[in-house]
């Protein structure tokens, strides 16, 4: 086990890429234009190839596994700079500025797709080689299919993993929240709470208790606000509704898969249920213009436009 001292540098390492990555799903959310999109997918890929970096070393070992994972983060960084380069380049030669090359709604999908995908992997391979480095799991892997599984559990129900997207949720939330419609934001709000209420995270009794009322209460609010805007009659609209549904869905499998790692010893269902609630909370943030608010301001200019723009509406 490393010594504490190591253990404090880790998390502040942890806390400072959550936050990165907060960064450029901000960015994403704003973006309009290839270089913009291009710019926040080589941040994301280069956060990667770190990851992937560590983890070359822990399956090699040693000196060769050092030189193997710097050459491997190496390789991967530079390719990542052709995101940014070939739109770059394209504008140049059409003589045009990158932010007025033209960008259509397929190109808006594909960004989105492809933030949220990128998030997700480097979420799992940030849980997955922090872990590797505070001690939480072993080095090996093995070539089954119960090893793999184990690893890609473990590593979601990690600390490394449900803390730091815990502050990235929080942290998107401080830039993005006032762009989304206001009877979504409630349901948005519950996320990183329900987060951090991951019981297996920490272990012990009293964790595992608290956390499980706490999350429990929390996803019945969520269900609870539901069912008050439709007997209300004051219904949402078809993209919030779209999206409640898909968080309580998401909440469901969290109950479910708890449920079954405490009956039967087996977190499968719980940690998809993570990854199911993040890729709601990531298509929300970044992309905030598809649940009725209209297109964010280009160019980034930051949240303090859109909330004044919310206020204007209001």
């Not at 089954?144 to 600390?159: C, M």
């Not at 905030?288 to 204007?312: C, D, F, K, N």
Request: glycine residues 8%; charged residues 10%.
């Amino acid at each position: 086990m490393p010594s504490v001292g190591a253990l404090v540098l880790l998390w502040l390492v942890a806390g400072g890429m959550a936050s990165l990555t907060a960064v450029a799903v901000r960015w994403a959310a704003y973006s309009r234009s290839p270089l913009s999109a291009g710019a926040v997918q080589f941040i994301l890929v280069m956060m990667a190839g770190m990851f992937v970096g560590v983890l070359v070393y822990f399956a090699v070992g040693g000196t060769p596994g050092y030189v193997a994972g710097f050459w491997v983060a190496g390789v991967t960084m530079s390719a990542a700079v052709f995101l940014v380069f070939v739109p770059f380049l394209r504008a140049f030669q059409s003589r045009t500025a990158p932010e007025d090359v033209a960008w259509s709604a397929s190109s808006r999908a594909r960004l989105v797709a492809s933030v949220v995908g990128l998030v997700i992997v480097n979420e799992f391979l940030m849980g997955w080689s922090f872990s590797l480095l505070s001690g939480l799991l072993g080095p090996g892997v093995g070539a089954s299919v119960a090893g793999i599984t184990s690893v890609f559990t473990d590593a979601i129900t990690s600390p490394w993993f449900v803390f730091p997207m815990a502050l990235e949720m929080l942290l998107t939330l401080r830039w993005l929240l006032a762009a989304l419609p206001r009877s979504m934001r409630p349901f948005v709000a519950i996320q990183p709470a329900v987060m951090v209420c991951s019981p297996p995270t920490l272990g012990g009794l009293a964790w595992g208790l608290t956390t499980s009322v706490l999350a429990a209460a929390l996803m019945s609010l969520a269900v609870a606000l539901f069912l008050r805007a439709f007997f209300r009659d004051e219904p949402l609209s078809a993209p919030v509704s779209a999206y409640a549904s898909r968080l309580i869905f998401s909440f469901g499998l969290m109950s479910a898969g708890l449920l079954l790692w405490a009956e039967f010893s087996n977190p499968v269902l719980f940690a998809l249920a993570l990854l199911v609630q993040m890729v709601v909370f990531l298509h929300a943030s970044t992309d905030p213009s598809s649940y009725g608010t209209g297109p964010l301001p280009v160019g980034g200019q930051g949240a303090e436009r859109v909330v004044s723009a919310e206020i204007e509406r209001s």
